[in-house]
């Protein structure tokens, strides 16, 4: 006898950059307010990203769960935690992962002038997953480009598919900039693929992170395929707004939600 079965679809869930400048209160209200299934929360100098209280409120207040922290690696974070120490700042947002109930952190590699920390970054990485029993995704970056010059910014590479990471992040705004092929570096992950920041890009020097469909990443393609490949992690909306505000925001975050949703429907299977 033949049983029809529909695997789980990926959760879609709103990074709170989506709503920057605004703060993480106004893309717990937005994620609601539009149907996300979760927050991904990026950790910046608000201190309301870094209060598990705060974000513990604003989850119930809202009924959306906090399903990804955004590690504080930016450039504009490196005094976040009040620490310029890489591992300090790092620890302190597995803490805050773990009171949240959340599992996966989002984390770039790290920028060529921590040569320390990239000494260590990968032994480090995966001690931290094994000891404390949480995802450590690092995401895929891209060269840095002035004119005709790339300046290789990130050790020990910002193409984390050949580095030897359990976990990473495929980002397709960052793929665009780098003009990386996200289909061949999903086909290359298999099940190290274990999340996605969903954005779209022209392929410009700049990291767009446009609303998908927008740009020129096969984005629809790359829902599709991994979906049909078995990826079931969380899909992130990171799309840049900031021009956009009040009405034109909402409606970004709304078109955004509504074609994921639509290229993640799982195949139907058939099993005898």
């Not at 620890?91 to 790290?110: G, N, S």
């Not at 061949?184 to 274990?194: E, I, P």
């Not at 999340?195 to 779209?200: E, Y």
Request: aromatic share 6%.
């Amino acid at each position: 006898m033949s049983v029809t079965s529909v695997p789980r679809p990926s959760r879609v869930t709103l990074s709170t950059s989506s709503v920057y400048p605004l703060g993480p209160a106004a893309a717990f209200e937005a994620a609601a307010q539009h149907g996300y299934d979760g927050v991904e929360v990026m950790i910046l100098t608000d201190p309301i990203s870094q209060d598990v209280a705060a974000l513990t409120r604003l989850g119930r207040t809202h009924g959306i769960p906090v399903t990804s922290i955004h590690a504080p690696t930016l450039l504009v974070t490196q005094r976040v935690y009040g620490t310029s120490d890489p591992w300090a700042k790092l620890d302190k947002t597995i803490d805050l992962a773990l009171e949240l109930e959340c599992d996966t952190i989002v984390l770039h590699p790290p920028f060529r002038w921590q040569k320390d920390y990239a000494a260590s970054f990968v032994d480090g990485v995966a001690t931290r997953e094994h000891e404390r029993d949480i995802k450590l995704a690092v995401e895929n970056m891209f060269p840095w480009r002035a004119r005709q010059t790339q300046l290789q910014a990130y050790l020990p590479a910002w193409d984390p598919v050949p580095q030897p990471y359990d976990n990473v992040t495929i980002d397709l705004s960052h793929a665009a900039t780098a003009g990386s092929d996200v289909l061949a570096m999903a086909d290359a992950l298999g099940a190290r693929l274990a999340h996605v920041h969903l954005a779209d890009g022209s392929g410009s020097m700049k990291d767009e992170h446009l609303v998908p469909g927008r740009g020129g990443q096969p984005c629809a393609q790359f829902l599709q395929t991994v979906t049909a490949a078995g990826y079931r992690g969380d899909v992130a909306v990171e799309v840049n707004t900031r021009r956009a505000g009040g009405k034109n925001r909402h409606a970004d975050l709304a078109e955004s939600l509504a074609f994921a949703r639509r290229n993640l429907r799982a195949p139907r299977r058939n099993a005898g």
